[in-house]
């Protein structure tokens, strides 16, 4: 069974910055793209960037030049640096997994780790 253990929330200020980290845990083959994502109250779960097993970055455009993820294949474990935080990145933030086992594409989520923006 895959895990994913989550770490990094937190209350930060306005402009500040935090990082988030996930390790993943379990029998996978093959790791398609790990990312993260988050939902505001009231709002839908949204992409926030995402790293393929080859490397590919993908950002959603709200975060580009403040967000920088990065990622451990030989630890399986991803992170997501956030710089210049503002009130509208507040959100739980998700750690998400894509990956390959006994031929199946399967998907996993984490927990959720609660990220505050406030002065």
């Known amino acids: 069974q895959v895990q994913l253990v989550e770490s990094g929330g937190g209350l930060v200020q306005p402009g500040g910055s935090l990082r988030l980290s996930c390790a993943a845990s379990g029998s996978i083959f093959s790791i398609n793209a790990m990312g993260w994502y988050r939902q505001a109250p009231g709002k839908e779960r949204e992409l926030v960037a995402s790293i393929t097993g080859g490397g590919s970055t993908n950002y959603a455009d709200s975060v580009k030049g403040r967000f920088t993820i990065s990622r451990n294949k030989a630890k399986k474990t991803v992170s997501l640096q956030m710089n210049s935080l503002k009130p509208e990145d507040t959100a739980v933030y998700y750690c998400?997994?894509?990956?390959?086992?006994?031929?199946?594409?399967?998907?996993?989520w984490g927990q959720g780790t609660l990220v505050t923006v406030s002065s």
């Open positions: 998400n997994l894509k990956y390959w086992y006994s031929g199946s594409y399967l998907e996993v």
